[in-house]
Each structure stands twice: as C-alpha cells, then as structure tokens.
C-alpha cells in the first residue's frame, strides 16, 4: 500500500517562502507522475503543479516563476518550493502520486497560511 506524507506547511509572512516534502514508502521512480494540488476554504481542490517520471514539469499560471517542483529519488521524496507567497496562497497543500497501473494516492495535507 502506497503511503505519502506531507510536511513543511506552516505560517509565513506574504513575500516569504516555504518548501514543503512529500516523503513515499515507496520508491518514487515507480510513479508516473506525482503532483501537488491545494485546496482553500470554501473552494474545490485544485491543481498546483506535477513532475513525471522523467521530471517534466508543469505549473498552474497561479504559482508560475513562484514555485518548483522537484523529486529526490534517492530519498523517495517529492518537494514543493514556493516563494514569494501571497496570502491567496493559503490553503492545505496534498501531493498525489499516479502509479503504473494508474491508480492515485493522495497524502492527509498541510496546511500553508500566508498572513500578515
């Protein structure tokens, strides 16, 4: 069973940064791709950016220039960099992972809060 968690969410200062891990117990080179996704209140859940297996990589126009995604095999970890964060930012941040047999795994969330 594959298994993600989140962690790094936290309280910033808009302008500030955070990066956030996705850490699998498995290994990551078995995904297809893996993604983050958020999801603030009141709205639906939405796409923030994915990174295949090859390591393309794809970016909502929302957190484009602001945010990378990356993938450190060795450490089956997938990493969300944000950076000049603004307060519409604020939401809990999930990553999933699309595996060969394209099946969805998602982690629990964490929570990114941008206020002054």
């Known amino acids: 069973q594959v298994q993600l968690m989140e962690s790094g969410g936290g309280l910033v200062q808009p302008g500030g940064s955070l990066r956030l891990s996705c850490a699998a117990n498995v290994s990551v080179t078995t995904f297809k791709t893996m993604a983050w996704y958020r999801q603030a209140p009141g709205k639906q859940r939405e796409w923030v950016a994915t990174?295949?297996?090859?390591?393309?990589?794809a970016y909502a126009d929302s957190v484009k220039g602001r945010y990378t995604i990356s993938r450190d095999n060795p450490e089956n970890t997938m990493y969300l960099q944000m950076n000049d964060l603004k307060p519409e930012d604020t939401a809990v941040y999930y990553c999933?992972?699309?595996?060969?047999?394209?099946?969805?795994?998602w982690g629990q969330g964490t929570q990114v809060t941008v206020s002054s």
């Open positions: 990174i295949s297996f090859t390591r393309i990589t």
């Open positions: 999933k992972a699309l595996t060969l047999a394209d099946r969805d795994y």
